[in-house]
Structure formats: structure tokens, C-alpha cells
């Protein structure tokens, strides 16, 4: 390739001296131009190393923000992370202590519950035994009546047959009553009806005009509290029926001498104007039955 070459500088064309200048030319615009070209890619260099200084600059800003933005961001992630956990403890504490309050209050109200439960339970057995008790009571009530009927029906005949002997007692009792005797006494006083037995007795009683106070009087030599008088017995004679007896009135001695069975032995006291009576029924030996008859209203004498 070199001889070639060599061979066309050698033997160059002909008309060759005029092309001389035009290559010369070309080749100092080449230079020319790779001396602007060079020039400008010296510019473009130290364009582009400004342009690189600057670019790093900028991205060391964009660094150093970002980083500053970065740990910003990461402590404000930081600070909503620990809030968030606190949050998450304080609402595990409130849930947990919510459960607690829940499950005491649900204790509570179970035990309320129960109670009332049982207090109704016993309201109720009450209520039933109170029903069976008056039940029992309405039963027993009823068979109460049936017999009470039966028990009026019976008293009812009772009544029936008392009167029945009631009216007879009376008709008895007039008939006794008409019976008796009435007789001056040994003070020359009327003396009342005489009773001469416990029959006789009993139907003055049903009078209830005076008070009789019966006696059995055996021989002694102290006195015996008789009504309101003190009686001793001196003297039995069951064959002639006659007795003595001495009378303590108003502390004065009285004798009643040799007196008669159903023979009214009367006493007077200051402050009567109605005499006692003492009436000897029996005369026995050494002992007499009898009773004292007192006015049941004394009557002062002027």
C-alpha cells in the first residue's frame, strides 16, 4: 500500500500543480477545524466538570436533605411507632381492666341474681305453705261448722231439756218453798221460811233473800267461828232433840238454853234491826248440824 502511494507522489498526474493549494487549504480547514472542534470539547469539558460540580452539589443537597428528611421521618415514625405502642399497652391495660370491671360487675349481678332467686323461691314456698295452711285451716273450718252445727243442734236439745228441767226445778222448788214453815223465833220476832234438810236449804238459797251459812258443831270447850258469830256447844240431847249452845255477839256471851230442832235461835247486834237466825237441824250425840241464817241487806235501828 505504501509503494502505492509512493508510486502516485512520484508520478503524479498531470495538471497536479493546481491542487496542491486546494489540498493544502483542505488540510488547514481540517485543522482548523479540529482546533475549534478541540477547543470546543475543552469548553464542553469544563462545562460539563461545572455542570458535574454543580450536579454533585445538588445531589449532596438532595443527600443531605433527603438523609436530614430521612431521620426526620424515621423519628417522627419512631415517635408514632412508641405512641402506637403505648396506645396498644394503655388499651390492653383499659380492655384488661374493662374485663376485670365486666366480669365483677357480671359477679355482682349473678349474685344478685341467685339471691333474688332465692329470696323468690322462699317467697313462693311460703306463699304455698301459707296456701296449704290455709287450705288446712278452711277444711278444719269447715268441719268446725259441720260439728258446731251438730254441737247447736245438741245444745239446742240441751237447752231444750234444761229448760224442760229447769221449769221443772222451779215447779219443784215452788212446791219445796210452799212447803215451808214460818214461825216466830225465841225473841218474838216473825221469823222467816225454816229450812229443816239440805233440800229445803238449797231452795231458800235460790231465794237469795238472805245468806246461809251451814255448820256442824261438835261439843267443846273452845268456840267455832260460825257467819259472824262464835258458837261453842254445851249441851246434846238427841232424845228430847234438844241442844245449848253459847253465842259470842259483839263480845257478850250469849246461852241458848235447852232450844229445839228446827227452832229459829235468833240474835240481834247493834247495827241490824233484822235478827240472826241459827236453826239446829240434827241433834246428834255431843253434835249438832244446822245453819245461820243473816240478813243479806243489814238495816241499821234507830
Known amino acids: 500500500m505504501s509503494e502505492t502511494n509512493q508510486t502516485r507522489f512520484t508520478e503524479p498526474p498531470q495538471g ?5 493549494p486546494i489540498l493544502f487549504g483542505a488540510v488547514l480547514a481540517l485543522v482548523g477545524s479540529s482546533v475549534y472542534s478541540f477547543m470546543q470539547i475543552n469548553e464542553l469539558k469544563v462545562q460539563l466538570a461545572d455542570t458535574r460540580e454543580i450536579l454533585a452539589g445538588e445531589i449532596g443537597k438532595v443527600n443531605e436533605s433527603s438523609t436530614t428528611g430521612t431521620k426526620t421521618t424515621r ?3 419512631d415517635a408514632l411507632k412508641a405512641e402506637l405502642d403505648e396506645a396498644r399497652r394503655q388499651s390492653t391495660q383499659l380492655v384488661g381492666q374493662a374485663k376485670i370491671e365486666a366480669a365483677k360487675h357480671a359477679d355482682q349481678l349473678e349474685a344478685k341474681l341467685e339471691l333474688a332467686q332465692e329470696v323468690q323461691a322462699a317467697q313462693t314456698a311460703k306463699v304455698a305453705e301459707s296456701v296449704t295452711a290455709v287450705s288446712n285451716e278452711v277444711s278444719v273450718v269447715r268441719q268446725d261448722t259441720v260439728a258446731n252445727k251438730d254441737r247447736v243442734a245438741a245444745v239446742s236439745n240441751d237447752v231444750t231439756a234444761v229448760k224442760t228441767q229447769a221449769d221443772a226445778t222451779k215447779s219443784e222448788l215452788e212446791k219445796t218453798i210452799s212447803a215451808l214453815t214460818s214461825t216466830r223465833g225465841d225473841l218474838g220476832v216473825q221469823s222467816g221460811l225454816i229450812a229443816t234438810n239440805a ?8 231465794r237469795g233473800e238472805r245468806v246461809y251459812t251451814e255448820f256442824t258443831l261438835v261439843k267443846a270447850k273452845t268456840t267455832k267461828k260460825v257467819g259472824d ?3 261453842r256447844l254445851t249441851k246434846a240431847d238427841p232424845k228430847k232433840s234438844k241442844y245449848t249452845v253459847e253465842v259470842i255477839v259483839d263480845d257478850k256471851l250469849i246461852e241458848k238454853k235447852d232450844r229445839t230442832a228446827n227452832e229459829p235461835v235468833q240474835f240481834l247486834i247493834p247495827r241490824s234491826a233484822i235478827p240472826y237466825e241459827l236453826v239446829v237441824n240434827e241433834v246428834k250425840k255431843d253434835t249438832i248440824v244446822g245453819y245461820v241464817s243473816a240478813p243479806k241487806v243489814i238495816a241499821s235501828r234507830n
Open 199 to 206: 233440800r229445803e236449804l238449797a231452795a231458800l238459797r235460790e
Open 16 to 20: 497536479g500543480g493546481a491542487k496542491i
Open 75 to 77: 423519628a417522627s415514625v
Open 229 to 231: 258469830f262464835q258458837i
